[in-house]
C-alpha cells in the first residue's frame, strides 16, 4: 500500500476529528493509500507533545513553516483559526505539498482568491473539508435533486442555530473563542455557520445568483481575552438572507448564535415540483421524501433511515439498520480525497469550488451593510 505522509496543524476540535479519520479510513474503505500521521504542530510544546502521544503521530513541531520545510510531508492540513489559512496554503503550495484545508477557505474571498491562485500555480491536490456534504442522508439528497426526482426545484431552506454566545460576560478572542474576534474568524456566523449552509445548497442546487441579507451584533462590546480590553465586536453574531438561485429558485438560509435551546440544528429543506426532501443534523441519518407521484392514500412523508449498503457510503460501514455519526462525515473525505490522490484528482470541494461559497458570504456581508440585493458574478 501506498503510504501519504500527513502534517496537521492544529490540534483542537478539527485536528481531533482529522486525526480520527485519518486512523480510521482505511479500516472501512478499500484504498491504495494509507495516510501516515507524520507530524502535528502547534505552538505549545507540552501540549503538542501530549497530543501527538494520545493521537499516534511519529513527530511534532512548533512552527508550522518548519513542518512545511520537512522533506518528508505530503500533505498539509489546515485546522487553526481562519485567519492563518492563507499564510500556511500559500506558503504549502510553494513547498508543493498537497492541502486539505479547513473552512471556511478564508476570511474573504480575496484572500480565497489568492489562495485558489497559489494552488492553480502550484497544481497541487486539494481540498476544503465542507464535511457536512457527506452525510450520507445528505449526500442523498444531492443524488435524487441530480436525478429529477423533484422536478423543477422552488425553494431551499437552511437553517444552521446555535446558543452559545448569548452570555455578555464571554470574552472575545484567544483559545476556542477566536470565533467572536473579526480579527481571526473573518465573520461570525456568516463564514462559520452559514458557509457550510451555502456549500451543500450550491453543491445541491446549483450557483447562487443574487442575495439580500441582515446581520446584528446582539453584544456590542466584549472583553478580549488577549489585551484584557473591552473592545467592539465586529462579527454578525446573527444573519438572515434571500436567495435567488440561477435555476430560478428561491432559498431562506438563517443562522444565529443566540438561539436559547439550539446547539447545532443545522436543517435543510428543498421543495420541488414532484417532490420534497427534509434533512436535520441531530437526526443525520434520516432523509425526509415526500414524493407526490405515491398513491394517495399512502402519500406523505417518508422516513428514509439511510443506513443500507446501497445508499452513500454505507456498504463500507456496518449492517443495513445500523447507523453511523457525526465523525463519520470525516472519514468520507479523507476517503474521498485518497481515492483522488490515486488518480491524481482534488477531492470536491476544491479550493476553487469552496472560493464560490467565499464570494457569496461576502456578497450577505456586503449586503448587509448596503440594505441592497447584491448580484453573485456567474
Ligand atoms: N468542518 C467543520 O464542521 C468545522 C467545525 C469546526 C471548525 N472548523 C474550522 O476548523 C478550523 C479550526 O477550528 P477548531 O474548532 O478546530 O478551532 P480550535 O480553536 O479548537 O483549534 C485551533 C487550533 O489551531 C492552533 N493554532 C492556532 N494558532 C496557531 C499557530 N500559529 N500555529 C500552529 N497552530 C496554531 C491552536 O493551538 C489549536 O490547536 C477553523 O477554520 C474552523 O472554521 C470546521
Redesign the pocket.
Known amino acids: 500500500m501506498k503510504t501519504l505522509n500527513i502534517g496537521m496543524?492544529?490540534?483542537?476540535?478539527?485536528?481531533r476529528t482529522h486525526s480520527n479519520a485519518y486512523s480510521q479510513v482505511n479500516h472501512f474503505f478499500d484504498l491504495e493509500y494509507k495516510p501516515i500521521l507524520k507530524a502535528v504542530?502547534?505552538?505549545n510544546e507540552e501540549r503538542v507533545k501530549a497530543f501527538a502521544e494520545q493521537w499516534g503521530y511519529e513527530s511534532y513541531e512548533t512552527d508550522?513553516r518548519k513542518l512545511i520545510a520537512r522533506d518528508d510531508i505530503d500533505a498539509i492540513d489546515i485546522?487553526?483559526?481562519?485567519n492563518?489559512?492563507k499564510e500556511i496554503a500559500i506558503a504549502a503550495a510553494e513547498a508543493g505539498k498537497m492541502i486539505l484545508c479547513?473552512?471556511?477557505l478564508a476570511r474573504t474571498a480575496d484572500e480565497g482568491e489568492e489562495m485558489c491562485q497559489a494552488i492553480e500555480k502550484a497544481g497541487v491536490l486539494n481540498t476544503v473539508?465542507y464535511?457536512y456534504r457527506r452525510v450520507p442522508a445528505v449526500t442523498l439528497a444531492k443524488q435524487l435533486v441530480d436525478d429529477g426526482r423533484l422536478g423543477r426545484i422552488f425553494h431551499y431552506r437552511a437553517n444552521f442555530l446555535q446558543d452559545w454566545t448569548i452570555s455578555a460576560d464571554l470574552p472575545q478572542g484567544g483559545?476556542?473563542l477566536?470565533r467572536l474576534d473579526a480579527e481571526a474568524a473573518g465573520s461570525g456566523v456568516t463564514g462559520?455557520l452559514l458557509a457550510?449552509c451555502i456549500d451543500t445548497a450550491v453543491w445541491i442546487n446549483g450557483p447562487i445568483s443574487s442575495v439580500t441579507a441582515m446581520t446584528e451584533t446582539f453584544i456590542k462590546e466584549r472583553t478580549h481575552t488577549l489585551t484584557g480590553e473591552v473592545t467592539k465586536v465586529d462579527i454578525d453574531d446573527a444573519c438572515s438572507f434571500l436567495a435567488r438561485f440561477a435555476n430560478g429558485s428561491t432559498a431562506i438560509f438563517e443562522a444565529t448564535r443566540y438561539a436559547r435551546g439550539h446547539k447545532a440544528l443545522n436543517t435543510l429543506e428543498i421543495n420541488g415540483e414532484k417532490a420534497s426532501l427534509s434533512w436535520d443534523l441531530h437526526d443525520l441519518h434520516r432523509l425526509q421524501v415526500f414524493d407526490h407521484s405515491d398513491e394517495s392514500i399512502i402519500r406523505g412523508w417518508h422516513n428514509v433511515h439511510v443506513s443500507d449498503g446501497d445508499q452513500p457510503y454505507m456498504k463500507n460501514w456496518w449492517v443495513p439498520g445500523l447507523q453511523i455519526g457525526y465523525e463519520h462525515t470525516f472519514i468520507h473525505h479523507v476517503a474521498d480525497f485518497l481515492a483522488g490522490v490515486a488518480k491524481g484528482e482534488s477531492a470536491s470541494p476544491t479550493f476553487r469550488e469552496a472560493q464560490e461559497t467565499q464570494i457569496i458570504c461576502d456578497a450577505v456581508l456586503e449586503s448587509a451593510k448596503s440594505g441592497q440585493w447584491v448580484n453573485i458574478p456567474s
Open positions: 496543524i492544529g490540534y483542537g476540535f478539527m485536528g504542530c502547534a505552538r508550522w485546522c487553526t483559526p481562519n492563518l489559512h479547513e473552512k471556511p473539508w464535511n483559545e476556542a477566536w462559520d457550510h
